[in-house]
């Protein structure tokens, strides 16, 4: 019995050794860098998302990019329904494939196949939307605190009061 654990115990120890020598310093990884001269409308960037069909979204001050591996394009406030500033904060996507756009005067969109759906406002710039399992819609908001809605454009009830909230999260048993 000893003698067994002895081994496992040298085998764990060589593969930590065999994984630690495999790990590569971080410059040696490809790096790219993205900014106005590359097709982004903005040289800030807020968030970056991947939806389910690939695309990599990119939310800056001055519009949303979607990134298809090769080009940037890019939606402004009169193509994005709804939003009444260019000025992007979040990107939530879902698990449907669809993306929820969240601007800095509290405008709220949705892209759910390739259709703009205007969401109500909200009361301040959204720094964060949270899409609970039960189809809630839950809302960091910079100094106004954490407001939701019980489905897309229902009224909105304040939960916290007067602070910056920047993240949400959903525990496995629904908390908030």
Request: glycine share 10%; hydrophobic share 40%.
């Amino acid at each position: 019995m000893i003698r067994s654990g002895l081994c496992f115990f040298i085998f764990v120890m060589f593969s930590s050794l065999a994984a630690e020598q495999t790990r590569l310093p971080l410059n040696d990884y490809f790096a790219e860098t993205w900014n106005t001269r590359s097709g982004l409308p903005h040289n800030s960037i807020n968030s970056v998302a991947q939806t389910n069909d690939g695309y990599v979204w990119i939310a800056t001050w001055e519009g949303l990019a979607r990134f298809n591996g090769r080009e940037f394009k890019l939606f402004t406030r009169s193509e994005i329904t709804g939003l009444p500033d260019s000025g992007l904060r979040s990107l939530a996507p879902q698990a449907d494939g669809s993306l929820y756009i969240s601007g800095a005067r509290g405008g709220v969109g949705h892209l759910k196949e390739r259709q703009w759906i205007a969401q109500n406002d909200a009361s301040a710039m959204v720094n964060y939307i949270l899409k609970t399992r039960t189809g809630e819609m839950w809302l960091a908001l910079e100094g106004e605190g954490v407001t939701y809605r019980e489905f897309d454009n229902g009224p909105e009830h304040q939960v916290l009061v007067n602070l910056s909230a920047y993240r949400l999260v959903e525990d496995d048993n629904g908390l908030i």
